[in-house]
């Protein structure tokens, strides 16, 4: 009796046994093939996106836009984020702070260019351009900037398109920062070279990573602000040159 019980425990401890292999198998394969779905999905997002970036012409979306509201003067896309969008520029920096392209009020405007800054000088001498977003907090408008405050981030996202109607162009990112309104970043007005070069040292001085990107005095510059709430008065700021082709 007692060995026909050991027989009956041992068989119930084997079943149990096999049935516990079996759902670990179970799970290991699952889990193998979720890692691997994961990987083949964001590569071909990756993919798509490459494509996407390809196929696109964003001067031809800035030109038909600029059809239908004369205010668009440009297209900004950093990849990686949401930042996919219309530039607009009117005479004054205070006309799409808190209306939208239809003049309607908004609590958060619209993306746009300093009303100070000629977007038709892109390719000459001391010319920096300043693009304003608000930070919603959430991934809309310019909040995605704060992305670089991750510097694995910044590694694999140093470029920047911006096209107008006269061109695609590419930026280098060079600095990234929080500062406050003390800071006269958005200095447009430069007496002379020297003074230009001046101002483009004390950016480079400001970033919280050492990107290692030259800038001179040659250097056409794009500055993209955002409001940055854990300082008084604070700022978040990226900063990059034009790639020259």
Same mark, same amino acid.
């Given at each position: 009796?007692?060995?026909?019980?050991?027989?009956?425990? +041992?068989?119930?401890?084997?079943?149990?046994?096999?049935?516990?292999?079996?759902?670990?198998? @179970?799970?290991?394969? &699952?889990?193998?093939?979720?890692?691997?779905? @994961?990987?083949?999905?964001?590569?071909?997002?990756?993919?798509?996106?490459?494509?996407?970036?390809?196929?696109?012409?964003?001067? *031809?979306?800035?030109?038909? #836009?600029?059809?239908?509201?004369?205010?668009?003067? @440009?297209?900004?896309? !950093?990849?990686?984020?949401? !930042?996919?969008?219309?530039?607009?520029?009117?005479?004054? /920096?205070?006309?799409?702070?808190?209306?939208?392209?239809?003049?309607?009020? &908004?609590?958060?405007?619209?993306?746009?260019?300093? $009303?100070?800054?000629?977007?038709?000088?892109?390719?000459?001498?001391?010319?920096?351009?300043?693009?304003? @977003?608000? /930070?919603?907090?959430?991934?809309?408008?310019?909040?995605?900037?704060?992305?670089?405050?991750?510097?694995?981030?910044?590694?694999?996202?140093? /470029? !920047? *398109?911006?096209?107008?109607?006269?061109?695609?162009?590419?930026?280098?990112?060079?600095? +990234? $920062?929080? &500062?406050?309104?003390?800071?006269? $970043?958005?200095?447009?007005?430069?007496?002379?070279?020297?003074?230009?070069?001046?101002?483009?040292?004390?950016?480079?001085?400001?970033?919280?990573?050492? +990107?290692?990107?030259?800038?001179?005095?040659?250097?056409?510059? #794009?500055? #993209?602000?955002?409001?940055?709430?854990?300082?008084?008065?604070?700022? $978040?700021?990226?900063?990059?040159? #034009?790639?020259? *082709?």
């Amino acid at each position: 009796m007692i060995n026909l019980k050991k027989r009956r425990n +041992t068989r119930i401890l084997i079943i149990l046994i096999s049935i516990f292999a079996i759902a670990l198998i @179970g799970f290991l394969i &699952t889990f193998y093939f979720t890692i691997n779905s @994961g990987n083949e999905t964001q590569e071909q997002n990756n993919e798509n996106e490459q494509t996407q970036g390809a196929i696109r012409n964003l001067q *031809e979306e800035t030109i038909a #836009l600029n059809k239908q509201y004369n205010d668009v003067v @440009g297209w900004l896309r !950093i990849s990686g984020t949401s !930042i996919d969008t219309a530039i607009y520029q009117a005479d004054n /920096n205070d006309r799409y702070l808190r209306n939208d392209k239809d003049n309607k009020e &908004t609590r958060w405007g619209e993306n746009f260019l300093d $009303y100070r800054c000629d977007i038709n000088k892109i390719n000459e001498p001391m010319q920096h351009y300043i693009i304003y @977003g608000h /930070n919603t907090e959430v991934d809309t408008r310019f909040t995605p900037l704060f992305n670089y405050k991750d510097e694995e981030f910044f590694k694999n996202h140093q /470029n !920047i *398109e911006f096209s107008t109607l006269n061109g695609n162009y590419k930026f280098q990112i060079f600095a +990234t $920062y929080s &500062t406050n309104t003390d800071f006269f $970043y958005i200095d447009t007005n430069f007496k002379d070279i020297n003074e230009y070069e001046s101002f483009l040292n004390s950016l480079k001085a400001k970033s919280e990573y050492n +990107t290692n990107v030259e800038v001179t005095k040659d250097d056409v510059i #794009l500055t #993209l602000s955002t409001c940055d709430y854990s300082i008084e008065n604070g700022r $978040y700021v990226v900063q990059a040159k #034009l790639i020259k *082709e």
